[in-house]
């Protein structure tokens, strides 16, 4: 398994060992801590460990702030940024303490802006048990990608901002062969015509003598012309 420490020549001197910090915060201008530290890239140690969770909001500094972690621990990292290079994401991703994943319209690329598939993604990251999604790549999710769930350990996936054109019964049809124990949420964004689209798989849900697959979790933001906006779950 690829190492999460990253090599580089460090004495035996004391004032070499990393400080490790716990719970940051990434945007364009610095990165700030749980314990409140702010620190501009160039004021933090070359040689500092992380844990916890990483929040991604802005991609700028990451060239700067990848080479100065020499143990990388994460166990959720939250993507807000518009894109990542696939080598800074399997860094921030490397530790065997993985478990969660987030992936807000953020995307994942190549060095040649060729987008990362998400089965490549998830075979990237094996100890992963949760992602969450806002699928503005719709065109990722393929066959390919569903059959990789069959491989992996994930128990939870929440695919958000979901358009009404998305086939969630096809793609629970093809989830219940390869990967029947999911749980799996739905998150709609106003779209009123999803409520009479949900209602009746709901229906037919509960009228089946059979249920093959780990019943889904639906959200929806529902608003009619004039009206107010109402919030509904399954």
């Not at 460990?49 to 990388?72: A, F, N, R, W």
């Not at 390869?178 to 229906?203: A, Q, T, V």
């Amino acid at each position: 398994m690829e190492s999460i420490v990253k090599e580089m020549n460090v004495s035996s001197n004391a004032s070499n060992i990393p400080s490790t910090f716990i719970n940051g915060t990434l945007n364009e201008e610095s990165i700030v801590f749980e314990n409140g530290n702010e620190f501009k890239i160039e004021k933090l140690p070359n040689n500092f460990g992380i844990s916890g969770i990483l929040t991604i909001e802005h991609e700028i500094l990451l060239p700067q702030l990848i080479p100065k972690i020499i143990v990388c621990d994460l166990n959720a990292l939250i993507l807000k940024s518009r894109k990542i290079f696939f080598d800074h994401f399997k860094f921030l991703t490397s530790s065997e303490n993985l478990k969660e994943l987030e992936l807000h319209s953020t995307i994942v690329c190549y060095r040649n802006r060729e987008i990362v598939p998400y089965e490549i993604i998830l075979d990237s990251i094996p100890s992963l048990r949760s992602l969450q999604m806002n699928c503005i790549v719709r065109k990722n999710i393929t066959e390919e990608f569903i059959e990789k769930f069959s491989e992996t350990k994930l128990e939870k996936l929440s695919l958000c901002e979901l358009p009404i054109s998305f086939q969630f019964e096809k793609f629970l049809d093809a989830m219940r062969w390869e990967s029947p124990g999911l749980d799996i949420h739905f998150d709609f964004k106003r779209s009123f015509l999803m409520y009479e689209k949900i209602n009746i798989f709901i229906g037919k849900l509960l009228v089946s003598k059979e249920c093959h697959c780990y019943p889904p979790f639906f959200e929806a933001y529902l608003q009619r012309p004039n009206k107010n906006i109402y919030y509904f779950k399954f």
